[in-house]
């Protein structure tokens, strides 16, 4: 079997890169692979990484094998592109995706938990949740305390993650010839029991979780990667008051269902 090459892909929306994140894209992301570095600007989100997703997908009948995304704002450690492959090829899973810290101080993960039967009812993960699941897992690994409220799909992210461009997965196509797996946002505004006008929103990356799972593939997340997000500071940021839980979107979701807890 030939040697796995890699198709990197940077999306940006303004041209900026934090330097740290670049240096590892470009110098430190494997020590065992060929890969191509591709960035991409564009401020229309899903249409940057899907320019990157349909390049890298076109790009199998030239070798290439696998591809990593890496937002420009991430800044993996050095050879992450070596850790991610060994974890996808110890998982099977369909795609591996770095834990990543959102921006803030409380260390909710942009990893979360969601129902399948319900796009818009999500959740994230804290790290001190996350710090309880072996440090690769999947939908499967998800403790009661997790898939509480019927949350038991798993949603990652896409700030660092790597897949196999030859997965049978990534050619089914709807009806109409479109492509089954792509990125894109979704939002609405609804409205809550007594009334009161509530803005939800669906991450693209949440969304191509869903997808997956949907299709009956496999999610897994890694928390073997020190991965850093880079904001106003870099996260996580010390001292860190952590959340015990994501109170704030379950609340988000009891307030939208007129309920008063979960179940």
């Known amino acids: 079997m030939s040697q796995p ?10 041209r900026r890169s934090d330097t740290f994140a670049m240096q590892r894209f470009n ?5 065992r692979y060929q890969a191509v570095c591709i960035t991409r600007n564009d401020s229309a ?6 320019s990157g997703w349909a390049e890298a997908l076109d ?3 030239k070798g290439v094998t696998h591809f990593v995304m890496q937002h420009s704002d991430v800044i993996p450690p050095p050879w ?3 850790a991610l492959m060994d974890e996808l090829n110890a998982t099977g ?3 591996v995706s770095a834990a990543v810290d959102i921006k803030t101080r409380a260390r ?3 990893t979360a938990v969601g129902q399948p039967d319900d796009k818009w009812d999500w959740r994230r993960i804290t790290a001190k949740e996350m710090a309880k699941l072996p440090p690769t897992f999947t939908a499967a690994d998800l403790p009661e305390s997790l898939t509480r409220g019927g949350r038991t799909w798993l949603l990652a992210n896409t700030g660092c993650w790597i897949t196999d461009l030859r997965n049978p997965l990534w050619q089914q196509r709807y009806p109409d010839g479109s492509m089954r797996f792509d990125f894109s946002q979704e939002d609405r505004i609804t409205f809550t029991a007594d009334g009161k006008r509530r803005v939800e929103f669906l991450p693209e990356d949440y969304r191509f979780s869903r997808l997956i799972q949907a299709a009956g593939g496999t999610v897994a997340v890694t928390s073997k990667l020190d991965v850093r997000h880079v904001g106003v500071t870099t996260f996580p940021a010390d001292p860190l008051p952590e959340a015990e839980i994501d109170q704030e979107g379950i609340d988000f979701h009891l307030a939208r269902k007129g309920l008063q807890q979960e179940t």
């Open 93 to 95: 899973a369909d795609i």
């Open 45 to 50: 989100l899903g249409k940057n990484f899907n």
């Open 59 to 61: 790009a199998l009948d």
């Open 27 to 31: 110098l430190e992301a494997t020590r």
């Open 80 to 82: 992450y592109v070596d």
């Open 5 to 14: 090459i890699v198709f990197m892909f940077m999306p940006t929306g303004d």
């Open 108 to 110: 909710l993960r942009s």
